[in-house]
């Protein structure tokens, strides 16, 4: 998986976690959140250092701290975690775009 991934997790991380949801379901979005701990916290830490490589007198050159930052996205990652059954997630109202950011750590019933 890539970094990107964890980025996009990051934010949809926010609106499901605004959800009311089923102990089981909440227990198991909190294990998936614990098991990209280091990796979210290494991806921050990073994203800190290209912005601070980039500063100079308090102004930032966004477009190349953002072409590294996009450069380091797709560094691929292997991390080691339990994909969501959909069948949790049946009580969540969740929009298409929120979704998108959650497939590549959901597997569906059928699997």
Not at 51 to 58: C, G, I, M, S
Not at 70 to 91: G, R
Request: hydrophobic share 45%; charged share 25%; aromatic share 8%.
């Amino acid at each position: 998986m890539k970094l990107i991934d964890l980025l996009n997790l990051d934010r949809a991380w926010g609106v499901v976690m605004q959800q009311e949801t089923s102990f089981k379901t909440a227990l198991a979005l909190n294990k998936l959140l614990k098991s990209f701990e280091t990796e979210f916290k290494v991806l921050n830490e990073k994203n800190n250092a290209i912005v601070a490589k980039y500063t100079k007198d308090e102004i930032v050159d966004q477009v190349n701290a953002d072409k590294e930052f996009n450069e380091l996205l797709q560094t691929e990652v292997e991390v080691n975690f339990e994909p969501i059954n959909t069948s949790l997630l049946e009580d969540i109202k969740i929009k298409p775009a929120t979704l998108a950011g959650l497939m590549p750590f959901v597997i569906e019933n059928n699997q």
